[in-house]
């Protein structure tokens, strides 16, 4: 692994690929959850993967309890450093929203060839998002929900060395969910790419379909069976779409 800045990690360098896929984390995540896809990622791809403030080695630092703020401050590390490649933004959840308005930015800076944006596990930003107070209640609340969803085992969350590092970055990026508010005309130039799954408790594949409405270029919706977290071990699914509706 290679760190490039406090929000940029490369999983690992290829200066030599001739694409960057920049992943933005969902809730609670961080940089390291993308490590699996530079393992399923063509040679022709270098992952970069956005480490939030409040999180691993950045966990001395205060959360940014905003969408747009994160967005704003990944999006100047995007275009102070930027790849001499083009570009794709991938997130997951809460991170399709920061990658939807950080590729806003990078675009308008008109310092890095965006190519497309893929958003996954999330409902278009002018789709009304559910609202799910996780910021508010109790922490066994929150534990049973996070497994509900799957994206931490019940025997990892029984670890309170676990809860101590996941709660308190969840909670933040919840009251950041909970105060985005999308302009009713927010789009990008690029192509999108949405990404769901047919049994996602937080998005139907209509609430997928809505980022549609947010691009003033070619969208293209893929659909996979299984949760919320629906490419867990098979990071290729991912990869797959992406790279398909690239070469498309």
């Known amino acids: ?13 290829r200066d030599q690929a001739p694409t960057v896929l920049v992943c933005f984390p969902h809730a609670g995540g961080s940089a390291s959850a993308y490590f ?20 691993q080695d950045r966990r001395s630092e205060p959360g940014i309890e905003s969408i747009t703020g994160l967005a704003r ?3 100047a590390e995007l275009t102070r450093r930027p790849a001499d490649r083009p570009m794709v933004i991938f997130g997951h959840s809460m991170g399709a929203l920061v990658a939807f308005e950080a ?3 990078v675009e308008a800076s008109g310092q890095v060839e965006l190519v497309r944006l893929a958003v996954s596990g999330c409902g278009g930003p002018v789709v009304r998002q559910r609202d799910d107070p996780l910021d508010e209640l109790a922490e066994e609340d929150v534990v049973t929900r996070l497994a509900e969803l799957g994206g931490l085992g019940a025997r ?3 670890s309170p060395e ?4 996941t709660l308190p970055p969840l909670r933040s990026d919840y009251r950041a969910l909970r105060g985005y508010v999308p302009g009713e005309d927010a789009t990008v130039a690029c192509p999108i790419s949405a990404l769901t799954a047919t049994s996602d408790p937080l998005t139907t594949v209509a609430e997928a379909e809505g ?11 893929h659909t996979f069976d299984g949760g919320h977290f629906y490419f ?11 790279t398909n509706d690239l070469r498309s």
Request: hydrophobic letters at 45%; proline letters at 6%.
């Open 156 to 158: 990892q969350l029984a």
């Open 162 to 165: 676990i809860r101590e590092m």
């Open 103 to 105: 590729a806003r930015l």
């Open 36 to 55: 699996p896809f530079s393992a399923e990622a063509a040679p022709d791809l270098e992952v970069w993967a956005v480490q939030y403030p409040g999180r």
């Open 232 to 242: 867990s071990g098979n990071y290729r699914l991912v990869i797959n779409a992406i």
């Open 1 to 13: 692994m290679e760190e490039t800045s406090n929000w940029i990690r490369k999983f690992p360098a």
């Open 73 to 75: 401050a990944a999006a």
């Open 211 to 221: 980022w549609s409405k947010n691009t003033r270029s070619g969208f293209t919706l």
